[in-house]
């Protein structure tokens, strides 16, 4: 027990020793990137000061080799290029003092155009200033009788010229000076050899008088006015505090973790005197722990996961799959808070009603909660057993009012039952098939090929997912022509789906299948993508698109149609949503919602299948579409029902009436063509009038 208590105490250790090894790596990280950024100024300040030391003497000897300056120079950008190798740890660590040394190359940059300069510049003056004093001794050699005034001008004229390369001061020599006295003494100068004289040397003094004080204003700034060591110290300012700054996180890490070391072994110590009292704590909140993890937490029924650990125990087990019908519009309608109270009340009814069978050693009944609205029960017996029971179940539930916070709320249920292994699944498509069947309790039996329904469910599927992938899903357009004009301008928009075969399957085919999946929202969005191309391509055409209610109340297939169809002038005002006017309407408000947004677009409404056995004449009065399809069944033996003909009659009055435009579905042959004409219905589609074609025949 003692041994199990300290294993605590080595892993202490082990994290302290991490803690401390990484710390001591930081310090190392720290240590480095010190040494190499302070090695880095230092090499920067040490050039900088050979730099200037080279501008003085190119500046004092007449003549110097730039070969020492350009090295340093070089010298600098080599420390620049070992900061950007260094500059990850640097920037790390020091990340003001790098950006500042960033700052400070691009100084250094602008500073080297003018040490450049500066060299351009004291070449050309040096030269001038050496060239001037042996060209006034030339001018005793060119000159067969000096002119003594002259002489005395040149004389002061080179005198100027020493005091400017000592002085630096263009003022008190007065070039300026000496090149006007020049200029105007030239007139008496005798031989057009002693007149060239005077030029060469007059151009030698411009070139000092235009260039010498730019020299001196770069001299100075890159010696006395030099902005580049202010700055370099600035940085090593910038860069001792940052450095001030990690040390004292590093000595305040260093004293939190001994702190904190100290405080944990105390701890443990503590710890260990209490572990006794809290195994026995943990053993029982294990126990709870493994209790809620096969119990469902709101009916505190078993739950699916211990159904899986008990159905073993059970030599023939037999399985009830038991539903509550509708549930989800129970919590739509009360709210989920009265949901769940139902559901509580019926785990606590169906666990009382099968205790009785429990009391009977022999049979071995159990009562599980495996899904939101779903119940199980196991048993160790026979599927007529069971149907037996299942029937009394339903019969005993459906017979019963819940009472929730004085609601008063009945309900009914659907059974699957199976004692084919896999249990749960098989139930679960017995379940299924009853809910499709209208069946109140279903036994799982091969006979009903249920696997083979649900094979053939995922193949259509998979053959919807691929044809969607590769662009597969074709639009079809059926023309309805005007009765009156005898025009052909409206289209309605049928999708069709191309298998791998290239065979055309129907909508009916798939569509029963799909309208369970997510796929049925992207069929929907794929043929308005395509209706959009074909409206573009079609300036004067009017195309309508099927959809369903849950379409209508999909937010994202709402959003899509409103963006990509009604939010575009052009398009909106050439669509109309057909709705399909049928019992699957559960909330006529949604409609109503979605066909103000359309229309406040410009886009138009009809319903479909008016008049297929499910007809809301009212409704039709305050929704007042603009357009109502009726439906083919009443249209296609007009010609030979006398009913159906007054049938029709009266809904185009009816619609008529309102300001709705009919159209006539399932218009097959000539007969029937003009009858519909004669009843004064608007429009006419089917057959007759053209089959569905991927392209647009006007």
């Known amino acids: 027990m003692k041994n199990r208590k300290l294993y605590l105490v080595p892993l202490i250790a082990v994290l302290f020793a991490f803690l401390t090894v990484f710390l001591g790596h930081y310090t190392q990280s720290l240590l480095r990137a010190h040494i190499q950024f302070l090695n880095h100024l230092s090499g ?38 070992h900061v950007d190798e260094d500059h990850k740890s640097i920037i790390n660590l020091y990340p003001e003092s790098y950006k500042k040394l960033l700052e400070f190359e691009k100084l250094f940059k602008k500073e080297e155009e003018k040490i450049y300069r500066f060299q351009s510049l004291n070449s050309i003056l040096k030269n001038s200033q050496i060239y001037i004093p042996s060209l006034a001794i030339r001018y005793l050699k060119i000159a067969k009788n000096p002119d003594k005034k002259y002489l005395t001008l040149l004389v002061e004229t080179v005198a100027n010229v020493l005091i400017l390369k000592n002085s630096f001061d263009i003022q008190s020599a007065d ?10 003494y030239e007139k008496y100068l005798k031989t057009d050899e002693e007149k060239q004289f005077n030029k060469i040397i007059l151009k030698h003094l411009i070139t000092l008088d235009k260039y010498y004080p730019e020299y001196i204003d770069l001299f100075s700034s890159l010696t006395v006015k030099n902005n580049l060591v202010p700055f370099l110290n600035e940085i090593k300012n910038i860069f001792e505090k940052e450095s001030q700054t990690k040390l004292s996180i590093v000595k305040t890490i260093s004293w939190i973790l001994n702190v904190v070391f100290f405080i944990v072994i105390s701890y443990l110590a503590v710890l260990l ?15 709870n722990l493994e209790k809620a993890l096969v119990t469902d937490e709101l009916t505190g029924l078993p739950n699916r996961k211990a159904f899986y650990l008990d159905k073993s125990s059970y030599k023939n087990p037999t399985v009830i799959l038991i539903n509550l019908d509708k549930f989800k519009n129970i919590n739509d309608l009360y709210g989920h808070h009265i949901g769940d109270k139902l559901l509580k009340k019926v785990a606590k009814d169906l666990k009382e009603f099968i205790q009785k069978c429990s009391q009977n050693e022999q049979c071995k009944v159990k009562l599980y909660r495996v899904g939101a609205d779903d119940f199980l029960i196991l048993m160790e017996d026979h599927l007529n057993e069971a149907l037996t029971l299942a029937q009394e179940i339903a019969s005993f539930i459906e017979n019963k009012t819940f009472n929730v916070e004085g609601i008063d709320i009945s309900i009914s249920v659907s059974c699957g039952i199976s004692a084919e292994r896999p249990l749960l699944e098989k139930a679960d498509m017995a379940l299924k098939f009853a809910k499709v069947s209208r069946e109140r309790i279903v036994v799982y039996d091969k006979n009903l090929n249920l696997e083979k329904e649900f094979e053939e469910n995922i193949k259509t599927i998979h053959i919807v997912k691929d044809a969607l992938k590769n662009d597969r899903l074709v639009v079809f357009y059926q023309p309805l022509v005007d009765n009156k004009t005898g025009k052909i301008d409206k289209y309605e928009a049928l999708f069709r789906i191309i298998d791998k075969d290239g065979n055309i399957i129907p909508p009916l085919q798939v569509l029963t299948t799909i309208q369970k999946t997510k796929y049925y929202r992207d069929i929907t969005e794929e043929v308005a993508r395509k209706v959009i191309k074909t409206l573009k391509k079609h300036e004067n055409i009017q195309i309508s698109i099927n959809l369903s209610y849950e379409d209508i109340v999909d937010k994202e297939v709402k959003s899509f149609l409103m963006e990509n169809i009604c939010k575009v002038s052009d398009i909106a005002h050439r669509v109309s949503f057909e709705i399909l006017e049928s019992e699957s309407i559960k909330n006529y408000e949604n409609v109503d919602n979605f066909i103000k947004a359309v229309r406040k677009h410009g886009s138009k409404i009809s319903i479909d299948d008016f008049g297929s056995g499910y007809s809301n004449f009212v409704y039709l009065s305050k929704m007042k579409p603009d357009y109502i399809k009726i439906d083919g069944s009443l249209i296609k033996d007009i010609h030979k029902n006398e009913e159906l003909k007054i049938i029709v009659a009266t809904i185009n009055n009816f619609a008529h009436k309102l300001g709705i435009k009919t159209v006539a579905e399932y218009v097959h042959c000539k007969e029937v063509f003009e009858i519909v004409n004669e009843l004064g219905i608007d429009y006419s589609q089917g057959y007759y009038i053209g089959k569905p074609s991927p392209h647009i025949v006007i």
């Open 175 to 184: 070039i300026k000076s000496n090149i006007e006295e020049l200029r105007n």
């Open 44 to 81: 920067v300040e040490s050039n900088l000061h050979k730099i200037s030391e080279n501008i003085y003497k190119s500046s004092f000897f007449i003549y110097y080799n730039y070969d020492e300056l350009d090295k340093n120079i070089n010298k600098v950008y080599k420390i620049f290029e």
């Open 273 to 287: 005197i209490k572990i006794d009292k809290q195994k026995k704590e943990l053993d029982l909140l294990h126990k």
